[in-house]
């Protein structure tokens, strides 16, 4: 089975901030790796797909990048609404096709 | 607009069943790939399973936690997703959210709003 991880589990920050996750798969998944955002008791959201694609509608400030293990979804000025849990989702594996990451909680 | 509407939560008893459904409407839903993620409270994401569309064998595949006692169907006449879960424990509460599989790039989108099961005596 393919292991996802994600740092940091949380992070606090401000309004105007640069915010970095960084999502690590146990093995390589070239670039099957998704990015999601969810608010509290809201389902989650598709960000980027294909580690660099944006999903349509999906504002400029949220970018993503990597390949191979190692992955990063940046929000490059954080807006009140960006305060949420983000997860990565790996989908490499044919044996397990789906797998997310703990998540990153995005505070105030 | 492409939609889904998760439904059929409540509470059941441990060793108890129940069947959620999650009707879907805007899109093509016999040629969609289905999945069932879950959600513990206080809980990250959880992988349940998915089908594939009768065009791409109509296999499904399930999570290890929950194989062989939760069974993924559809019903295409209906454009309705089901998922009927056996055996219950009481670490199968959670939120239960249908979500569309893109089967090129893997992504699940879109996501219905989720059905609450709780698993209690």
Known sequence: DIQMTQSPSSLSASVGDRVIITCRASQSISTYLNWYQQKPAKAPKLLIYAASTLQSGVPSRFSGSGSGTDFTLTISSLQPEDFATYYCQQSYSTIEPVTFGPGTTVEI | ?121
């Open chain 2, 1 to 121: 607009d492409v939609q889904l509407v998760e439904s059929g939560g409540g509470l059941v008893k441990p060793g108890g069943s129940l069947t959620v459904s999650c009707a879907a409407s805007g899109f093509s839903f016999s040629n969609a790939w289905m999945n069932w993620v879950r959600q513990a409270p206080g809980k990250g994401l959880e992988w349940v399973g998915l089908i594939k569309s009768k065009a791409a064998g109509g296999r499904t595949d399930y999570a290890a936690p929950v194989k062989g006692r939760f069974i993924i169907s559809r019903d295409d006449s209906r454009n309705t997703l089901f998922l009927q879960l056996n055996s219950l424990k009481a670490e199968d509460t959670a939120v239960y959210y249908c979500a569309t599989y893109d089967f090129r790039t893997g992504y699940l989108d879109p996501w219905g709003q989720g059905t609450l099961v709780t698993v209690s005596s």
